[in-house]
C-alpha cells in the first residue's frame, strides 16, 4: 500500500478498495439478481411514494427504496419517514 | 447406462481465466492418487487446454466427437495418464461441433465415461452460453471456482443463479488466488466477504502461488509429484473434503497480520 494511502486511511478519509469493493459488489448483484435496472426501480420508487403518499404524508428528501440482498433472496426495502397521516385518508386526498 | 456410483461433478465459473482447467486437473490428479478412477472431460470445445495443462496434448487419437459418432470405443478416446493410471482425459472434440452439438450429447459422452469411473470433472467453458449450457445439463453437481476480484465474483453469482435454476446441488465454491498480505490490508475481498456474497458452502481455498505457472509450464500438474507448495496442498485438500473428510480450512490471511493491518485494526478504521 502506497504511503499516502496508508496516511489517507489512518486518517479516516479513504475507506479500505476491499470494503469498497463488497459494497459496491453487493449493490450490483442486488440489481443482478433482481433482473431490476436502475431506471425501473426509479419508476417503481416514484409510483410507491405516490401510492404512499395518497394515506400519509411522508417526508420526500428523506424517503428511501432499495434493492438489498442477503443469502441470495433479494428483497425490496422501502423506509419512508411519515410526518403525519393525511386527515380524512384517501377520500381527502383524492379530492 | 452409468454405474450408480459414479459422481458428475461440473467445474465452472462464468468468467474466464480464474482457474477452471487448472483445478480440474488438480483436482483429478489428486484424487486419482487416493484411489478413485477418475475421468476428467474437456467440455470447452472452443478453447480446449486441459489437455496441456496434463501434459497429454501429443497422445490424443480419437476425442468425444468420434466417441458420439460411434466411430471409436470408448476405451480408444480416453488419454490415459502416463503416471497416474487411475486418470483418464476425455479429450474435447473439434470446435466446429459447437454448431452441432447439444446438452443431451454432453450428456451422453458423460454418462459413457461415468461407466469407468468414481468421478467425472467436466471442465467448463466460460461464459453462459451454449456451451455452458451443454455441460452443465450433463452434470449432477458443481463446484464453481472464483478469485476475490468484483469481476469474477459477480460472474460467479450468475452462474450459481443458473445452476441453482436448474436444479443441480450441490453447489460449493473454490476460492482461487489469494493473495494474504492484500486480504489482511484490506486491500481485497475477504474468504468470508465472498462467502457471505455467494452464499456457497467453501470447498477449498487457494493462494496465489507461483508454482501453478511452473507446473503448466511443464504439463505436470502440481498435484503429480508430491509438491508441498500451498497451492498443492490447498488442492489435495479440496479433493479430501470431495470425499466426505473433514478436513479444516485454514485462512492464511488471518496469520499474516502486518503491522499497518493490526495498527488499522487498534485504531478502529478497520472495518468489520
Given at each position: 500500500m502506497p504511503v499516502l494511502d496508508f496516511l489517507q486511511r489512518l486518517l479516516g478519509r479513504q475507506k479500505p478498495s476491499g470494503t469498497l469493493a463488497k459494497e459496491r459488489l453487493q449493490l450490483v448483484l442486488a440489481h443482478d439478481r433482481s433482473d431490476l435496472n436502475p431506471e425501473l426501480l426509479e419508476r417503481m420508487r416514484r409510483e410507491i411514494l405516490e401510492v404512499v403518499q395518497k394515506y400519509v404524508e411522508i417526508d420526500l428528501d428523506e424517503g428511501d427504496v432499495s434493492l438489498e440482498t442477503e443469502d441470495r433472496v433479494t428483497a425490496l426495502v422501502a423506509n419512508l419517514p411519515i410526518k403525519r397521516a393525511r386527515p380524512g385518508g384517501v377520500e381527502a386526498a383524492a379530492g | 447406462m452409468a454405474s450408480a456410483s459414479a459422481r458428475i461433478i461440473l467445474i465452472c465459473s462464468g468468467k474466464g481465466g480464474v482457474g477452471k482447467t487448472t483445478l480440474t486437473a488438480n483436482l483429478g490428479i489428486a484424487l486419482a492418487q487416493l484411489g478413485e478412477r477418475t475421468v476428467v472431460l474437456d467440455a470447452d470445445f472452443g478453447l480446449r487446454n486441459l489437455d496441456l495443462l496434463?501434459?497429454?496434448?501429443?497422445?490424443?487419437?480419437?476425442?468425444?466427437?468420434?466417441?458420439?459418432a460411434g466411430s471409436c470405443r470408448l476405451e480408444q478416446a480416453l488419454v490415459k495418464h502416463k503416471q497416474e493410471p487411475n486418470l483418464a482425459l476425455m479429450p474435447a472434440g473439434n470446435p466446429r461441433m459447437l454448431e452441432w452439438l447439444t446438452p443431451d450429447d454432453m450428456k451422453t459422452?458423460?454418462?459413457?465415461?461415468?461407466?469407468?469411473?468414481?468421478?467425472?470433472?467436466?471442465?467448463?467453458?466460460?461464459?453462459?452460453?451454449?456451451?455452458?449450457?451443454?455441460?452443465?445439463?450433463?452434470?449432477?453437481?458443481?463446484?464453481?471456482?472464483?478469485?476475490?476480484?468484483?469481476s469474477a465474483v459477480r460472474d460467479a453469482d450468475r452462474v450459481i443463479g443458473l445452476l441453482n435454476s436448474q436444479g443441480i446441488k450441490p453447489v460449493q465454491l473454490v476460492l482461487n488466488r489469494v493473495r494474504p498480505k492484500m486480504v489482511a490490508n484490506q486491500e481485497m475481498l475477504s474468504v468470508e466477504d465472498v462467502t457471505e456474497i455467494l452464499a456457497l458452502p467453501l470447498l477449498g481455498l487457494v493462494v496465489e502461488d507461483e508454482q501453478v505457472i511452473v507446473s503448466t509450464n511443464r504439463g505436470e500438474p502440481l498435484t503429480l509429484n508430491g509438491n508441498g507448495s500451498p497451492a498443492a496442498r490447498a488442492y489435495r485438500n479440496v479433493a479430501r473434503r470431495l470425499r466426505g473428510e473433514e478436513v479444516p480450512l485454514h485462512d492464511p490471511s488471518r496469520e499474516r497480520r502486518g503491522l499497518r493491518a493490526r495498527l488499522l485494526n487498534k485504531l478502529g478504521l478497520a472495518g468489520n
Open positions: - | 496434463l501434459g497429454l496434448e501429443n497422445r490424443i487419437i480419437y476425442t468425444a466427437q468420434e466417441l458420439l459422452v458423460a454418462n459413457l465415461v461415468a461407466e469407468r469411473a468414481d468421478y467425472v470433472l467436466i471442465d467448463c467453458p466460460a461464459g453462459v452460453e451454449q456451451g455452458f449450457k451443454n455441460a452443465a445439463a450433463a452434470c449432477h453437481e458443481a463446484i464453481v471456482i472464483t478469485t476475490p476480484e468484483m
